[in-house]
């Protein structure tokens, strides 16, 4: 891999590791984070649909307080009046609760109550007239936990029931399927103190309460439909329509997620009676009502929100790959440019100046390798001189040498020769002169070579040599010296 591919390639991941890991560890959170936004949206949505119906629960507490406030007449005459004054009394009392409560149709019963907890005179509402009349059928009397619970009740306090789910009356009609019990207590002035006399009970039936929220989806905690349409339908069918709300109910998630894409946000609105231990928390049971979701406003702006990212990423992209490439481009100029100027430096063919643009640093870095280019240059020209003016001299010396050493050589081989008048030592002594001088003459013709081989003017011949006269010649030539130190020397040739 070229230098250039390796800085860019470096370069690209160490811009673009940091921009990775930031969108992959943020986006995730802030998609998330814009759904809990978009749910908690509509659960406040879903809070103020609802507002309306705890406003119309206070009302009905409020008409529980003047009951209590003027009771039936049997608990404040019981000890005074005859029966017979008692019931011309409650007859003027139904009449006088007919005029209070002529529209309060969701009020579909009144108890009153003794401090022995026994039913001292209830009236019911007739489904067809809508009149208030007492009744000789036994009444609806709340459980009898949410009786005990109640006898510590201050004045003015209202305690509101579970909500009593009646299916075998739900398969046939809707109403009265589904009530809440609202009691307080009966308190009435007794020589200076108040005196608990009694309680009253308020039976109201909210079994149209799905029909008064359209749009929501209204299911018990057995997986049962709240509704007139098919009102108790088939148990369990809503946990067949909607697959794994089951769980939603149990962990208490809210939020129902189909495959589709479907999301309904789920609320325990009322908690019930007799529905089971299934839900942790609420021991009775919960009364459901499902909010369906519209998810195409979230997918729209979280596919907005992401195209956006995936821009900007692209362009941060696009920018890190133009400055990786803008800065290798620079460093392969750089690095081309001083790979070259350092060939011309080791050939020595011209000076080579080094013209950088750039930081302080790579100038500095320019004009130190300019001035080592110009010393080198220098110190090259003096080394050519050096040489030449060695190679001259080497070729007068020679030349001076010649003519005395061509003197010894001729005199030399003139008294070895054998018709001479010297004595045969003396001959073989001259012989020996002759021969040193021919190596001093072979030593002065090697300078030469030497001197032509470093101008590249020499040329190289191959050639055979006979090792054994060249030591006899060496031993010839080194014995007056051994002799003159009493040295004795011995030359041993493999044949």
Not at 11 to 21: N, R, V
Not at 139 to 154: K, Q, S, T, V
Not at 287 to 292: A, D, E, H, I, Q
Not at 424 to 434: G, L, M, T
């Amino acid at each position: 891999m070229r230098l250039r591919t390796q800085v860019w390639v470096f370069l690209l991941i160490f811009a673009l590791t940091p921009l990775i890991t930031v969108v992959v560890i943020n986006v995730p959170v802030v998609f998330d984070n814009i759904e809990l936004f978009y749910q908690k949206a509509h659960q406040q949505n879903l809070q103020a649909i609802f507002f309306d119906l705890d406003k119309h629960l206070v009302n009905r507490q409020e008409l529980l307080r003047l009951l209590s406030n003027l009771p039936e007449p049997g608990l404040i005459l019981s000890n005074t009046s005859s029966q017979e004054t008692i019931d011309v009394s409650r007859v003027q009392y139904t009449k006088w609760i007919n005029q209070i409560f002529p529209d309060q149709r969701d009020i579909s019963q009144i108890i009153f109550l003794d401090n022995k907890g026994q039913e001292s005179f209830w009236l019911e509402r007739d489904k067809t007239t809508h009149e208030w009349h007492p009744t000789t059928n036994p009444p609806d009397r709340p459980a009898e936990d949410f009786m005990r619970a109640a006898d510590n009740l201050e004045p003015g306090r209202v305690l509101r029931s579970y909500i009593r789910l009646d299916p075998k009356l739900g398969t046939k009609n809707i109403e009265r399927s589904m009530v809440l019990h609202l009691i307080t207590k009966v308190f009435v002035p007794t020589k200076g103190q108040i005196t608990t006399v009694g309680s009253v009970v308020m039976t109201l039936d909210i079994g149209g309460i799905a029909q008064s929220y359209p749009g929501t989806i209204w299911v018990n905690s057995t997986g049962s439909y709240i509704t007139t349409e098919r009102p108790y339908a088939k148990e369990g069918q809503a946990f067949k329509d909607y697959p794994g709300l089951q769980n939603v109910f149990v962990s208490g998630t809210e939020l129902w997620k189909g495959n589709d894409g479907k999301q309904i946000l789920w609320r325990a609105l009322f908690p019930t009676e007799n529905a089971g231990s299934l839900w942790v928390g609420y021991p009775t049971g919960s009364l459901w009502v499902g909010y369906p979701l519209e998810p195409e406003p979230i997918i729209k702006f979280r596919d907005a929100l992401a195209f956006r990212v995936m821009i900007v990423v692209l362009l941060l992209v696009a920018l890190v790959l133009a400055m990786a490439q803008w800065i290798t481009t620079h460093l392969e100029r750089w690095g081309d440019e001083l790979t070259a100027g350092i060939a011309n430096i080791l050939k020595g063919s011209e000076t080579v100046a080094f013209n950088w643009r750039g930081p302080r640093e790579v100038k500095a870095l320019a004009q130190d390798l300019t001035n080592l280019a110009r010393s080198h240059a220098t110190y090259a020209r003096e080394l050519e001189e050096t040489n030449r003016y060695k190679t001259e001299f080497l070729a007068n010396m020679s030349h001076e040498l010649r003519t005395p050493l061509n003197s010894i050589l001729l005199l030399s081989k003139l008294l070895a020769e054998p018709d001479s008048s010297l004595t045969p030592e003396q001959i073989k002594q001259a012989r020996v002169i002759h021969r040193a001088g021919c190596d001093l003459q072979d030593l002065i013709e090697n300078l030469l070579d030497h001197a032509r081989i470093e101008a590249r003017e020499t040329a190289l011949y191959l050639e055979w040599l006979e090792i054994k006269p060249l030591v006899e010649q060496l031993v010839d030539l080194l014995r007056p010296q051994l002799l003159q130190k009493n040295l004795h020397n011995t030359i041993t040739i493999s044949p």
